[in-house]
């Protein structure tokens, strides 16, 4: 009998491709194939090795298999197809997603070749002259039980010339190879000891003996919720085993990982988007080959191959960033969740400022809420002050108040954190003349100028060009710069206090490779500075020196149109704030405002974060929203609004369930983005699996019709922001 497989290509389609399976191979679920595709050949992944043939059409054959064995085992090929069906995504594009580029490509799943050092047999103890660093060089390489990539040798601090020097003194060679699995390290440290409120929260969580669990840590700002994932893993997770710690943002991973490298050596191994092909593809082979790491990434970690997965630990949960914006959108959060799940394994949520979807799990029981309300040490919780600045001069967005708390900050030789939530110089430039403002050719929004480059930005579409001295539409010279940015501020906090160093930090600043970790460096070594910068600073930095905090503008939020917004401002805020205080000195945080007197910012400046949220919470519930329904968009985008709401309007006729609630459709808040129109449908549903069914319906009806080239359409399931 002819055997046949279901093989997905990594194409924008929801369907599978059927295949004869030559008698000559073997093959299984998650392997990858060499298949013929039209006039080329393409690379696949078995989804089905045992399918059953169509009727009466003759099947290509599979040409090769290009391993012997799955890439994608078990556990994660359920993960995939579920999140692809959840996510309403086509099934191939999920599955090449938790492939390194390597192997998306159809390279071999092979480790390159590296150069590899050692001491040669029986080369002299001690150099003669003075070459001291070569000497602890050969001390050291003599101490390592295996060959040394170059990589490690720069880590324990030396360098390629002294490498060569020991060369050419035929005292150690190098080969080239595949470094092997190092062995446990006898000079870790030894974890530090809980406080009373820590191991009370520890003992808490649930061990992995119960298979899987979801517990939700919420640990105030600098309560040490690092030390509690440390301890888990050091007591519950066997040797042989492995562990995943995801972490929202790529510039947080450094610090991270040096920390548990303090505690795990080389047991820690680093995923994220920064990583080079190779080092991507070596990672993915570790994983997949079992080697018992503790894997430190961004979202896309979860997809990893995991062979035997023993904890999963998910930092600040609540965090925005690890939602897939675009593309294939999902939630690494929640993928985590039901990966924990397929694997049977626990999984903790950690955060300061837990998002409202999680506390609404922990209060119906499906997690288990796990409180850490005290600060580590001595460090208590900053004093939170609002300043209303109505009718107050501001220079660079900052009151005179502002600026005379950052001067005794730094006189008692501390640090001060001063947070502008936009970068750039000032978001708009406006002629006080005729009242034009430079707008982007094709984005519904305005240019902001970037002094440092003299260019004016748009930061949807990365449109530039450079900024004028007059007003391009009248040619008057009272063209000038309106609002803050991180650069405005950093220029007049430098020019107030010339004498401090001012570190701008946001995403024009910190580009280059490493420079998120100079940044850390000289903050750490405790000198006064003043750290300016944008949400970037709320994200989970440990600065012992910083005692005051300074948010520039809070009332962003308060009016928003995103019923997210107020979550998501008090997230930020409180996260922010929660910088200040976290060493010995006490901290203070002052927060600018014009709406002091609002109820909202009365109780922020409490400091207390969950009775905002229940105070949402609530909210949410008189207005049915997440996470009390199922929400949708139906996202459209084409060279006109009429053809986007056209579409919009065909997708809308096939909703007609009487248990769906339909929005518009309507026009983004941003209605137009890089020359293209977009507009959404909101579909709201009491039943999460209904809702599912129903966007399935739709895809596969929507996919069947011939749509216009130019037009792109998506589905969002529980999008983070609906503007």
Known sequence: MTRSARIALARPIRRLFDYQVPDHLDILPGQRVRIPFGRQTATGLVVTADAIPPENIALKPISSTLESWPALPDETLRLLTWAATYYQHPLGECLFMALPPALRRGQAAERRQQVLWQVIPGAPQNLSGNARRQQELLDWLRQQSVPCTTREVAAAGFNRTQLKGLREKGLVHETAGTPGPRPPEESLQDLPELSAAQSAAFNSLPGPAAGFSAALLYGITGSGKTEIYLHYLNRHLAPDSQALVLVPEINLTPQTVA????YFGSRIAVWHSSLNDSERLDTWLRIREGEPVIVIGTRSAVMLPFITLGTIVVDEEH???????????YSGRDLAVYRASLNRCPVILGSATPSLESLHNARIGKYRLVRLEERAGHARLPEIRLLDIR????????SAPAIQAIRECLEGGNQALVFVNRRGYAPVMMCFDCGHMVECPHCDTRLAYHRRDRAMRCHHCNFQMAAKDHCPKCQSEAFKP??????????????????????RV??????????????????????????????????????????LVVVVNADGGLFSVDFRAPEQMLQTLLQVSGRAGRGTASGRVLIQTCHSD????????????????????????SGNFPPFRAMALVRAEALTMAGSLAFLDSAKAQLTDPALEVWGPLPSVMARRADRHRAQLVVLSSSRKQLSQTLARLCQSLDEKRQTPTLRWQIDVDPLETS
Do not use: N, W
């Not at 501020?489 to 001012?502: C, K, Q, S, Y």
């Not at 995403?507 to 944008?534: H, M, N, W, Y």
């Not at 009365?602 to 969950?610: D, M, R, V």
């Open 259 to 262: 920390r548990f490298r303090r």
């Open 598 to 621: 609002h109820p909202f910012m009365q109780t922020l400046s409490e400091g207390k974060y969950l009775p905002l949220a229940e105070q949402l919470l609530e909210e949410r519930t």
């Open 319 to 329: 965090d925005s960033s690890y939602k897939q914006g675009e593309g294939f959108r």
């Open 482 to 503: 309106v609002g803050q940015g991180t650069e405005r501020t950093e220029d007049v906090l430098a020019t107030g206090f010339p004498d401090i160093p001012v570190i």
């Open 506 to 547: 946001d995403r024009d600043s910190t580009q280059r490779k490493g420079s998120i970790q100079a940044i850390i460096r000289e903050v750490g070594t405790g000198a006064p500075c003043i750290l300016v910068g944008t949400q970037m600073l709320a994200k989970g930095h440990d600065f012992p020196g910083v005692t």
């Open 391 to 398: 009718s107050r001069p501001l220079e660079g967005g900052l």
